[in-house]
């Protein structure tokens, strides 16, 4: 099986693989066609709600992962997109995309221990 891979969407090299945006809000700056994303899963990604709360404040990093859990085990569109990764990992590697500027307290990072549990 391929890698699941998390990569910043403004980093100048991205690896090769099935490109995957999970942020709700589009990228500032960032072109469509650059991006070349194969899905945008915004429906994938923290609620409004949650993400304004979460502001990126590091201090709230841990509760804000407890709550984004709970949105993915609740989210109906889960299952479908877990099944999207798995799919696509069959033949190539998946990049999970993300905007933030945080690179180490952020949703895809969330995301991608949650997709490294429920794929196995």
């Known amino acids: 099986m391929h890698e699941l891979l998390v990569r910043r969407i403004y980093d100048k090299e991205l690896p090769a693989g099935y490109r995957i945006l999970i942020d709700r809000v ?15 899963a915004k429906e994938i990604a923290p609620t409004s709600e949650l993400r304004k709360w979460f502001g990126h404040d590091p201090e709230k990093f841990t509760e804000f992962k407890e709550k984004y859990l709970a949105e993915l085990d609740a989210n ?7 099944n999207e990764v798995k799919s696509a990992l069959k033949d190539q590697d998946v990049l999970i995309l993300y905007g933030a500027k945080d690179q180490e307290n952020n949703n895809a990072r969330v995301l991608i221990e949650y997709l490294k549990k429920k794929i196995k």
Not at 26 to 40: E, H, N, T
């Open 26 to 40: 589009w990228p500032r700056g960032m072109s469509k066609v650059r991006a070349s994303l194969d899905i945008w």
């Open 76 to 82: 109906e569109n889960t299952d479908k997109f877990i």
